[in-house]
């Protein structure tokens, strides 16, 4: 499928196929992951045992659910949108999978159960914010409180133990062998493949590009024949589904629904993509740069608490991370 | 002879790969309307920036009122006295009309509070020198255009600005609009104010203008009272050549065969019961004055907006929902007047703007885009419509009008359109490329689509096309045969007068044996 660069020799006047544009955002990629192997290198000086296959293993297993989330909502901030439900997204679906497993559905129908609620919350996104022409950053902000307010309503606030063998997904792994290679875990391996897909989705089909269209311009998009509230509740879909598939990751690492956790995460997600290059202003964003963003946050933050620095500091040093990649691409940019 | 206020003299001005200005001189008089004109790219806009201080020259002498003067920046050219009105408004919609004048310097009160009395009298002075009545306290936006870009005049004249750089200022008027323009040049001619007027509009120009200076590829060519100097020696020295003919040698032959049927749209308070036919290989003119309603119904036929009643019909068959996605379908095409806001997304790659109406013809049926298939279908248009550009994956927004145009029109191509619906596609492209994108029209009509045409430019409707629809205020007032009628027959039609100045001429497109007549 890999058919972008390959195609010249199959055009008269081939010189017009070489690719600026792609050579630019080549280049920031580089960067971007550039700073990725220059935080990996410190780490690896300054704290003991942070270059170790347990460690980065861990470090993969921390950052999946970062990464997953913010995968979706690199897709709706392409649309120039913004989805700030997600976290109360992971607490619900996580909270109904287990309620569902509870109930005597079979495991991994549960699970689905969870990424079938994300998708509803998803279309109530996208149905707000296309029908009732909420902006984005309101619709998904109602939602937020409304969304929370049923995972604690349903369970009284609260948690609520699993059966054993929902916590599969979460805490299994493959590729073990014996001592010496502790596997690689499931969430770490959904994480690869939905990477992998959505890049696809976003860089090679149809609704992949008519996102960045509606980012770029969204009435050019309409008048160019592309049903623009389809593409932005397709979007929206994808961002909370991605969202219910990490509530019920994280249901199932802790084999208990937490409706009161994952406060806050949406923050992490819309972080990573920012730190990845996504424009908040629309049509510009990619899932690889979405990727490199949260390894960024969790590198930074497995690597200083392994240092020993305290949580409090971690948060002033992401936060400047977040000021300091954003200064750095306008300032690149002018 | 008034006195000279400001003389720029050898100034050079480069940028990476390019020689913006070589070597230009001019001056400017007092109380002066003083043109300046040229194609896309001839230093118009470099010598306005450089007067005003965005930008400082590489060589030469700038005088002003008799001394030189190096600007840094805006703030320093605006504070001499030299003010600039760009074609985009400088103003903020939501506040005060007083407010926006006095932006950045309010009047205070002594315990440091926006003084709004003093603020809105002044305004009220301001304004009264252009003998505008405008309330100051009324939020900008409420204003039409036009009463705002008064403002920003007014604002500029604060400053006891006593030259005034006017970019284009009427792209976006009406022409009652123009008229109240004109009026308050003429009050700031009287008072001294000498004033650069930059207009691709060269026919407004006798209302107003003294003098014409006249670029061409970086250096300035002529200067002459405009009285002295024709319309054609204007075109010719703006091009450098003789433009032998301003519109291409028509060989498209309308058929019988009728492609569109429009009957009786209705848009409540917009459109008024519009009836009309197209025919296959025919170029039909939509006339009027602004705000008569021809963008409102070209956008109605393409689904843009919503009607109350009507229907179209194509091809012999009704089309059930009018939406662009559905008239695309079908294979009508609307090119939007505002390029940049509604044709293009322009921080996408030429070839995905290209294949952007009609993916599916680079993807495979699940959606997925062969971007070999993409880049092929674009290096076809890109050869065929000419479109200068370095790179297929060029992004749009770094490429010229006119070339972006032509994206446009590769765009709707591409979608194998049967009915492309033009609005105003000359609008803000240079003389040159004027004539190409001419050419392009005939062509595709000679290759039988049905081509609608809407211009503000009667020139334009009288030398392209084969019939012309007159719209007055939201009514169709006359359907005319383009060689039967004459630009004031149109113009009577077009304010509503009917058709004082001769009978009209209804009329079916031009038979075949018609055309061979001389």
């Known amino acids: ?334 | 002879m008034q006195e000279v206020i400001l003389e720029v003299e050898g100034v050079s001005k480069s940028f990476p790969g390019v020689k913006a200005l070589d070597q230009v001189s001019f001056d400017l008089r007092k109380g002066e309307v003083h043109a300046l004109v040229g194609e896309n790219g001839a230093g118009k806009s470099t010598l306005m920036k450089i007067l005003s201080g965005v930008h400082q020259p590489d060589e030469g002498v700038i005088r002003f009122k008799g001394r030189e003067v190096r600007f840094h920046d805006s703030t320093q050219a605006r504070d001499a006295g030299i003010g600039i009105i760009y074609q985009e408004l400088n103003l903020i919609p939501h506040l005060s009309v007083a407010a926006n004048i006095f932006i950045g310097r309010e009047p205070l009160t002594r315990l440091s509070t926006l003084n709004e009395k003093k603020m809105n009298e002044e305004a009220v002075a301001v304004l009264g020198r252009l003998n505008l009545r405008i309330d100051p306290t009324i939020t900008l936006n409420r204003l039409p255009i036009a009463k705002q870009q008064m403002v920003e005049i007014a604002k500029s004249l604060s400053f006891d600005s006593e030259v005034l750089i006017m970019d284009e200022p009427t792209s976006a008027l009406t022409e009652s609009e123009i008229d109240e323009l004109f009026t308050v040049i003429h009050t700031l001619r009287d008072r001294g104010v000498a004033i650069i007027y930059i207009s691709h509009r060269l026919e407004e120009l006798k209302h107003i203008v003294d003098r014409i200076s006249i670029f061409r590829d970086g250096r300035s060519v002529s200067t002459d009272a405009y009285a002295s100097i024709t319309m054609d020696t204007i075109v010719n020295r703006m091009v450098g050549r003789t433009l032998e003919q301003k519109f291409p040698t028509r060989h498209n032959v309308p058929t019988e065969e009728k492609i569109l049927e429009v009957r009786n749209i209705v848009r409540r308070g917009v459109l008024h019961d519009i009836s009309f036919d197209l025919y296959r290989g025919e170029i039909l003119g939509f006339a009027g004055l602004m705000g008569a309603g021809r963008s409102e119904l070209a956008r109605a036929i393409f689904g843009a907006d919503p009607i109350d009643s009507g229907a179209v019909v194509m091809n012999g068959k009704k089309l059930a929902v009018l939406s662009p996605s559905e008239s695309i379908r079908a294979g009508i095409a609307y090119l939007s007047e505002n390029r940049k806001q509604e044709g293009l997304a322009v921080r996408m790659q030429l070839a995905e703007n290209v294949t952007l109406a009609n993916t599916g013809g680079v993807s495979s049926r699940l959606g997925v885009i062969s971007r070999r298939r993409e880049l092929k279908a674009c290096q076809r248009y890109v050869e065929e419509l000419a479109i200068r550009t370095p790179s297929l994956v060029q992004v749009v927004n770094n490429l010229s009008g006119g070339n972006q145009q032509k994206v446009v029109v590769a765009k709707w191509l591409f979608c194998d359109s049967k009915i492309l619906i033009f609005d105003e596609p000359t609008r803000g492209i240079d003389v040159g490329t004027k004539f190409a994108i001419y050419e392009l029209i005939e062509r595709l009509a000679r290759e039988g689509v049905g081509i609608i045409m809407i211009s503000s430019e009667l020139p334009e409707i009288l030398g392209m096309t084969d019939r012309v629809i007159v719209l007055h205020e939201g009514s169709l007032e006359a359907t005319l045969v383009t060689k039967n009628t004459t630009q004031e027959e149109i113009l009577n039609f077009a304010a509503g007068l009917g058709g004082a100045a001769g009978k009209p001429s209804h009329g079916l497109p031009r038979a075949a044996e018609e055309r061979t007549q001389p």
């Open chain 1, 1 to 334: 499928m890999s058919d972008t660069h390959a195609p010249r020799k199959d055009l008269p006047g081939h010189d017009l196929a070489a690719a600026p544009g792609r050579s630019r955002m080549a280049l920031d990629r580089f960067l971007t992951f550039g700073a990725v192997v220059v935080l990996f290198a410190v780490f690896s000086i300054t704290a003991k045992n942070f270059f170790t296959m347990r460690n980065i293993l861990s470090l993969a297993l921390q950052t999946s659910t970062t990464t997953l989330m913010g995968i979706g909502v690199t897709f709706t901030i392409i649309t120039a949108g913004i989805d700030l439900s997600i976290g109360s997204v992971v607490a619900l679906t996580g909270t109904v999978a287990v309620m569902a497993a509870i109930a005597g559905v079979p495991i991994w129908i549960s699970w689905l159960v969870g990424l079938a609620v994300g998708m509803v919350c998803g279309l109530a996104n996208g149905l707000l914010i296309t029908r009732l022409k909420l902006p984005p950053f309101i619709a998904t902000l109602g939602m937020t409180f409304v969304v929370r307010g049923v995972a604690l309503t349903i369970t009284n606030a609260n948690a609520r133990p699993a059966p054993d063998a929902f916590g599969a997904l979460g805490n299994n792994t493959i590729f073990r062998t014996g001592n010496q290679f502790p596997g690689i875990s499931y969430p770490v391996i959904i994480m690869i493949l939905v990477a992998v897909l959505f890049h696809f989705v976003l860089r090679r089909t149809r609704v992949g590009r008519y996102t960045y269209a509606v980012g770029s311009n969204e009435e050019a998009a309409r008048l160019s024949g592309i049903k623009v509230s389809r593409i932005k509740i397709i979007n929206y879909i994808i961002c909370a589904t991605l969202a219910g598939l990490v509530g019920v990751i994280l249901a199932s690492r802790m084999v208990t629904s937490q409706p009161n956790s994952a406060i806050g995460y949406e923050l992490n997600a819309i972080a990573s993509a920012v730190i990845g290059g996504t424009s908040l202003m629309g049509g510009v964003g990619t899932v690889g740069g979405t990727v490199i963003g949260s390894f960024i946050i969790g590198i930074l933050t497995v690597g200083l608490t392994m240092q020993g620095t305290n949580y409090f500091m971690q948060q002033i040093v992401i936060g400047l991370v977040v000021l300091g990649a954003v200064a750095f691409d306008q300032l690149r940019n002018k």
